[in-house]
């Protein structure tokens, strides 16, 4: 059926379309005047591709980079993610999502849910016939994955991370380990004599909080449990760690003595060390710790709880014995 448009406006490009609620038309004037063989008016070439799978996708196993930014230059082009270019990098799927990102020097340590990776930036991973990897220059921004020797991840609790000194450390909920991440590889540093108190009490904990204490050189590792109050769904219960209907477990590892040194009675939603100086946050308040008042020693958030010292001794007394933490005669 043919319809009689009358132009109105001249000299202008309007977008073709149909409105199919109140029948409006559009169409796109390429002459001056709309005259016949008049002076024609050009974009160019336009070049361009239809897309016809536009739905989100999404790949918790993979990364994806923009382009350059090169704030000497002016160069802006982190708003740009090319098709045509090699930008995406996707890992094993068997390993779980992409948890926690972390650059250290040349490379970028890749933490999934099970396991450990890094992956060398501005740079490629080739092997001799030997089997020795040499590292040489290349146009691709993330290289070959390379991963750490054991299947371990940090399932998904990235905020029990934590870096110091080229150490990083960090909680595997789902095995019931702590781990340090060194040049030596992966170690399972809750094997230094809390093993079982990890692997019992991990597995329940909702959130793992750990941080660097940069004041006494420990790492810190905060387990948050909900609690039912009414079923009393829980074990190992400590009225001295009950806060609000949840069970914290707060511990220090000491590197000095390759040793879990400390248990400690407040319950942080956040830590962080400035300066030398550690602080934490608990019900939306910023508190430093260490910081010697006199009376308000053994208190956290304004809560006083009773300092102890446990003492584990040999029971075979006939045989003389070293403590790293302590001598005695």
Do not use: C
């Not at 849910?113 to 921004?141: M, N, Q, R």
């Amino acid at each position: 059926m043919a319809k009689v448009i009358e132009v109105k406006y001249f000299n202008t490009i309007i977008v073709k379309g149909v409105n199919e609620e109140n029948f409006t038309w559009h169409i796109e004037e390429s002459r001056i005047k709309g005259g016949y063989n008049n002076t024609a008016m050009d974009l160019g070439v336009r070049a361009y591709t239809t897309n016809q799978d536009f739905s989100e996708q999404r790949r918790p196993n993979a990364l994806i980079y923009s382009g350059i930014y090169n704030n000497r230059t002016g160069v802006n082009n982190t708003n740009q993610f090319s098709v045509s270019e090699n930008i995406t990098k996707a890992l094993d799927i068997q390993n779980g999502s992409i948890q926690k990102l972390f650059s250290e020097d040349s490379a970028l340590n890749v933490f999934q849910e099970e396991k450990v990776s890094w992956i060398p930036i501005d740079k490629d991973i080739i092997y001799t016939a030997e089997g020795e990897g040499l590292s040489t220059g290349t146009g691709v921004f993330l290289g070959d994955t390379v991963s750490y020797t054991g299947n371990y991840g940090i399932s998904k609790h990235p905020e029990s991370f934590a870096y110091y000194a080229g150490r990083k450390y960090f909680a595997d909920a789902q095995k019931g380990v702590v781990l340090r991440l060194s040049r030596d590889g992966i170690t399972e540093i809750s094997n230094y004599g809390m093993r079982s108190y990890f692997r019992d009490n991990m597995s329940r904990a909702k959130h793992i909080y750990g941080a660097w204490d940069a004041y006494s050189q420990d790492y810190i590792i905060s387990l948050y449990e909900p609690i039912d109050e009414v079923n009393r769904n829980f074990t190992d219960y400590d009225s001295n760690h009950l806060y609000y209907g949840s069970l914290y477990r707060t511990l220090a590892f000491d590197e000095s003595v390759l040793g879990w040194t400390s248990f400690f009675s407040y319950n942080p939603s956040f830590m962080s060390s400035l300066k030398n100086s550690f602080y934490s946050t608990n019900q939306g308040s910023l508190y430093k710790h260490n910081v010697d008042t006199g009376f308000n020693r053994e208190r956290f958030y304004g809560i006083r709880t009773p300092a102890e010292v446990t003492f584990v001794f040999n029971p075979q007394p006939d045989l003389s014995k070293n403590f790293l933490t302590m001598s005695y005669e």
